[in-house]
């Protein structure tokens, strides 16, 4: 909705004419209609700024700017996902009863035997509610780096000098004219041991990605990895065609990304708009 100045004046001339004659209005509605008005002349340029890439040069783009783009937008996505358990017994459990448990595995008394479910964990003595304890989580960082204002960005950020910056945010080292790029950027470890994207003397890490669309669902026909620690990422590169016909369609589609590992699972979804696509 979009509200002229004259529009917004209009309204606070109406509350002060009251039966006919003007009134002073109390401070109360003052401080009511005031704060409504300045939103409303504000929604337009909040609403533009939201979107700064579609009226703004990348060459005007401050580092906040920029940053946004690569971490926080309609191309990059903070997920987090909370470690799964593969003991063969649940370490952590609450009282369903028999809720998703197999017949087979129901005993005399009435009680669920199946082992490995995966469970929110109770600790009585600390928690009297019963409250279910989170397991430790993980944040990802998933960019589809495939994006025109997402290459854009990172250039921006070395023009402004902040090359430090951009090689911490984990640009993916090559965009092929063939390939979709999306980055995994781990963000947040959750627990000290954890290291998804490790390349070891014994080989890479086991890692399954699939990227699904209307078309049909593709799996990476490349995988890299670059960084180390907090900065690392695995970059996967995923075929533009299926069956001879492009995996997304011309103007707005929709393509899911998921990525399950050791211990951990990913998936995000993307609304993506032609017009920014490499």
């Not at 009282?95 to 595995?105: E, I, L, R, S, V």
């Not at 509610?129 to 993980?138: F, G, K, N, R, V």
Request: aromatic residues 8%.
């Amino acid at each position: 909705m979009r509200v002229s100045c004259k529009t917004a004046i209009q309204v606070l001339a109406q509350a002060r004419r009251a039966h006919g004659r003007c009134v002073a209005l109390p401070g109360a509605a003052l401080r009511l209609i005031l704060p409504l008005v300045a939103l409303f002349l504000g929604l337009s340029s909040i609403s533009r700024g939201d979107d700064f890439w579609k009226h703004k040069p990348p060459a005007q783009w401050s580092v906040e700017e920029a940053l946004k783009l690569v971490r926080r937008s309609p191309w990059a996505r903070l997920d987090v996902v909370v470690f799964m358990r593969h003991e063969p017994e649940a370490s952590y459990s609450i009282p369903t009863g028999t809720k998703h448990c197999d017949p087979d595995a129901i005993d005399a008394n009435g009680n669920c035997m199946q082992k490995g479910r995966v469970e929110a964990p109770v600790d009585s003595s600390r928690q009297p509610d019963a409250t279910p304890q989170l397991s430790p989580s993980a944040g990802f960082l998933v960019r589809w780096e495939s994006a025109v204002p997402v290459s854009q960005a990172f250039v921006r950020l070395q023009e402004l000098g902040e090359r430090a910056v951009a090689v911490f945010q984990a640009q993916a080292p090559r965009l092929p004219a063939d390939r979709y790029v999306i980055t995994v950027k781990l963000e947040q470890p959750g627990r000290v041991d954890f290291e998804p994207f490790v390349v070891t003397p014994g080989g890479k890490p086991a890692l399954r990605a699939t990227l699904k669309t209307r078309r049909g669902t593709v799996a990476p026909l490349e995988m890299e990895f670059t960084g180390a620690g907090t900065s690392s990422a695995a970059h996967f590169f995923f075929p533009r065609t299926l069956d001879d016909a492009p995996l997304l369609v011309p103007g707005r589609d929709s393509a899911e990304f998921t990525l399950q590992g050791t211990g951990f699972a990913v998936r995000s979804k993307f609304t993506l708009d032609s017009e920014f696509l490499d």
